[in-house]
């Protein structure tokens, strides 16, 4: 499957189904969660725009294999909070997320109590529909049915920061260039 077509596929599933939260828009990558300048950086070619006619293909049960970044420097991810947040989270998600935020097989299909598992934190799934600020409050919060924890006052705001970065450095290039672009860096419109 090409994978324009399967991001396409991720996004229309995710309107669909709905966050029920309100895309904000976010500052670009802050001084503390990039690498220092020097950091060279490659350019990346932006995705060629999609048509919105393209039907949604259907979607596998089971997490889909994310491709891993192969340009990583681009993304000025300091590597330290790249370790540090891959140690935080390996201590307190990764039992519910997968080791490597892969999730489990059956994380699309509700429990008995109607609740859906953790979802896969990758790429593969929609966590990369959400701003930072967004995951921020998510992790801090908690979910409002009460299955994700709040971790607010448990984790530091640095520990929840360097999380957030380490699940950005596993999501594939074109993922991660499309959310940078379309999510948390989305253009303002003209006000008049």
Same mark, same amino acid.
């Given at each position: 499957?090409?994978?324009?077509?399967?991001?396409?596929? $991720?996004?229309?599933? !995710?309107?669909?189904?709905?966050?029920?939260?309100?895309?904000?828009?976010?500052?670009?990558?802050?001084?503390?969660?990039? +690498?220092? =300048?020097?950091?060279? $950086?490659?350019?990346? +070619?932006? @995705?060629?725009?999609? $048509?919105?006619?393209?039907? +949604?293909?259907?979607?596998?049960?089971?997490?889909?294999?994310?491709?891993?970044?192969?340009?990583?420097?681009?993304?000025?991810?300091?590597?330290?909070?790249?370790?540090?947040?891959?140690?935080?989270?390996?201590?307190?998600?990764?039992?519910?997320? !997968?080791?490597?935020?892969?999730?489990? $097989?059956? /994380?699309?299909?509700?429990? =008995?109590?109607?609740? #859906?598992?953790?979802? @896969?934190?990758? !790429?593969?799934?929609? +966590?990369?529909?959400?701003?930072?600020?967004?995951?921020?409050?998510?992790? &801090?919060?908690?979910?409002?049915?009460?299955?994700?924890?709040? /971790?607010?006052?448990?984790?530091?705001? &640095? &520990?929840? !920061?360097?999380?957030?970065? /380490?699940?950005?450095?596993?999501?594939?290039?074109?993922?991660?260039?499309? /959310? #940078?672009?379309?999510?948390?860096?989305?253009?303002?419109?003209?006000?008049?």
């Amino acid at each position: 499957m090409n994978m324009r077509l399967l991001l396409l596929a $991720s996004m229309t599933i !995710g309107l669909i189904a709905g966050c029920g939260e309100p895309k904000q828009l976010a500052t670009p990558p802050s001084a503390t969660e990039t +690498a220092p =300048p020097e950091t060279p $950086s490659a350019p990346s +070619a932006p @995705p060629a725009a999609e $048509s919105s006619t393209v039907p +949604a293909e259907p979607t596998p049960p089971a997490a889909a294999k994310v491709e891993p970044p192969k340009n990583l420097a681009a993304r000025k991810l300091a590597p330290e909070r790249i370790k540090r947040g891959e140690e935080t989270y390996r201590k307190n998600c990764a039992s519910c997320h !997968g080791p490597n935020g892969e999730a489990t $097989s059956g /994380w699309r299909t509700p429990g =008995p109590d109607g609740r #859906y598992p953790p979802p @896969p934190l990758d !790429g593969s799934a929609h +966590a990369w529909h959400h701003s930072t600020e967004t995951l921020e409050k998510m992790i &801090q919060d908690g979910s409002v049915d009460g299955a994700m924890p709040a /971790w607010k006052g448990k984790l530091t705001d &640095q &520990q929840i !920061g360097d999380v957030i970065v /380490w699940i950005k450095s596993l999501w594939p290039d074109e993922v991660y260039d499309i /959310w #940078y672009k379309e999510i948390e860096n989305k253009p303002q419109p003209k006000q008049n």
